[in-house]
C-alpha cells in the first residue's frame, strides 16, 4: 500500500515563497494524479493543483501564475512551489494520490503554511 509524506511548510511573510514536497513509499504503477489540496480552518478542503502520470498539470484560478506542480517518477515525488505568497495562502496543504483505475485515494499527513506579516 502506498504511503505519502508531505514536507517543506513553515511560516513566511507575504510574497515571499515556499516549497512543498510529497514523497511515495514505493512505486506507483498506472495513470494517476498527484495533486495538492489545501484547509484552511472552517473552510473545505480544496484543490490547488494536480499532475497527471503523464506531466500534464492543472492549477486552481486563485494560484496561476504563483504556484507550479513538478514530479518525478522516477523518484515517486511530486513538488509544490509557492511563490509570491498571500494570507489567503495560509492553510494546511496536503498531498494526494488518485490511481485511477482503484479508484483510490491516497493521503499525506499534511503540512502547516502560514503567510503573515
Known amino acids: 500500500q502506498v504511503q505519502l509524506v508531505d514536507s517543506g511548510g513553515g511560516f513566511v511573510q507575504p510574497g515571499g515563497s515556499l516549497g512543498l514536497s510529497c514523497a511515495s513509499s514505493g512505486s506507483i504503477f498506472g495513470f494517476n494524479f498527484m495533486r495538492w489540496y489545501r484547509q484552511a480552518p472552517g473552510k473545505q478542503r480544496e484543490l490547488v493543483a494536480g499532475?497527471?502520470?503523464?506531466?500534464?498539470?492543472s492549477y486552481a484560478d486563485s494560484v496561476k501564475g504563483r504556484f507550479a506542480i513538478s514530479r518525478d517518477n522516477a523518484k515517486n515525488t511530486v513538488h509544490l512551489q509557492m511563490n509570491s505568497l498571500k494570507p489567503e495562502d495560509t492553510a494546511v496543504y496536503y498531498c494526494n494520490l488518485f490511481l485511477v483505475s482503484r479508484r483510490i485515494d491516497y493521503w499525506g499527513q499534511g503540512t502547516q503554511v502560514t503567510v503573515s506579516s
Open positions: 499532475i497527471s502520470s503523464a506531466g500534464i498539470t
